[in-house]
């Protein structure tokens, strides 16, 4: 028991130190979604798709195969509960390998 208490604590602590919490409450969220670009006045261009881990009303974690650098501008395509795709505008706040081909996104939603 004492091992997996240290070794939560230290997962914790680490995470503490290298992601930017967001500061409202996360809501587990499991669930594809897709990411992508809008070039030059076409429509939603696919890039890859991700997997939604968890969502507040400010931004998503995701996992994702291609690492994203912090700052950069995606869109995010969903399901809403009405069964709707919907389209976002989200900033990549922080990218981390987190398994050869996979990386955990930290993302803020873009509203306009």
């Given at each position: ?25 996360r809501y587990a ?35 994702a195969e291609p ?21 976002v505008t989200i ?22």
């Amino acid at each position: 028991m004492l091992a997996i208490v240290n070794l939560v604590s230290g997962i914790f602590e680490d995470e503490q130190k290298h992601i930017r919490q967001r500061s409202d409450t996360r809501y587990a969220y499991h669930a594809p979604v897709t990411l992508g670009a809008q070039i030059a006045g076409a429509e939603f261009v696919e890039i890859c798709p991700a997997w939604a881990l968890d969502i507040s009303y400010n931004g998503m974690g995701l996992l994702a195969e291609p690492e994203f650098a912090p700052g950069e501008r995606l869109q995010m395509r969903f399901t809403d509960l009405s069964k709707e795709q919907q389209t976002v505008t989200i900033k990549v706040m922080f990218s981390a390998r987190v398994l050869p081909g996979t990386h955990r996104l930290g993302v803020v939603f873009e509203f306009e």
